[in-house]
């Protein structure tokens, strides 16, 4: 079955950087993307981006341009979200999520990660 | 960016109820509309795409139906484990953007 299994809990400081990793199984990673997702405390949910596990091929979302950075390792079926220049309003949970492409449907979700940047 | 917006923000129903929540977006986005189901604590779970077909495994109880800018979700008969935060999200242009989502609670 297909299962995303995402890396524990960060705790950050303002400016610092995080990288949250997600382990995909279950199916065969380069013939789908992984989309990221994040909810702070409270909150809706606001996409961050997509990459492609087949090409490293990436969309991210504006607001996040230049800090994030979004990476896959197929050896390891395993994608990356890298957050840069953390700031308070950055706490969340972090999700990432099964795609085919950036215009389509997730139906399968990792637990996400908790983020918190705190002084 | 394309907005959405939904309604209401909550709703309280009883067990059984017919339960419809309304889903608008700031432009055409054809039927590139999913419906997500958002208990507490856990990750979101696709339940409608393409605004209007059953994601495999959920109940026949909810729909979702609409094109365009309008959209509705239904679920035909509320029963106690539906209680959770319902989202919709279109795909038809990046990035791609969610309702603020509509609390759902029993009476």
């Known amino acids: 079955q297909v299962q995303l299994v995402q890396s524990g809990a960060e705790v950050k400081k303002p400016g610092a950087s995080v990288k949250v990793s997600c382990k995909a199984s279950?199916?065969?990673?380069?013939?789908?993307?992984i989309s990221w997702v994040r909810q702070a405390p409270g909150q809706g949910l606001e996409w961050m981006g997509w990459?492609?596990?087949?090409?490293?091929?990436?969309n991210y979302a504006q607001k996040l341009q230049g800090r994030v950075t979004m990476t896959t390792d197929t050896s390891t079926s395993t994608a990356y979200m890298e957050l840069r220049s953390l700031r308070s309003d950055d706490t969340a949970v972090y999700y990432c999520?099964?795609?085919?492409?950036?215009?389509?449907?997730?139906?399968?979700w990792g637990q996400g990660t908790l983020v918190t940047v705190s002084s | 960016d394309i907005q959405m917006t939904q309604s209401p923000s909550s709703l309280s129903a009883s067990v059984g109820d017919r339960v419809t929540i309304t889903c608008q977006a700031s432009q055409d986005i054809s039927n590139y509309l999913n419906w997500y189901q958002q208990k507490p604590g856990k990750a979101p779970k696709l339940l409608i795409y393409d605004a209007s077909n059953l994601e495999t495994g959920v109940p026949s109880r909810f729909s979702g139906s609409g094109s365009g800018t309008d959209f509705t979700f239904t679920i035909s008969s509320l029963q106690p484990e539906d209680i959770a935060t319902y989202y919709c999200?279109?795909?038809?242009?990046?990035?791609?953007?969610f309702g603020p989502g509509t609390k759902v609670d029993i009476k």
């Open positions: 999200q279109q795909y038809d242009n990046l990035p791609r953007t």
């Open positions: 990459i492609s596990a087949y090409n490293g091929n990436t």
């Open positions: 999520a099964r795609d085919s492409t950036p215009y389509s449907s997730s139906p399968y």
């Open positions: 279950g199916y065969t990673f380069t013939s789908y993307g």
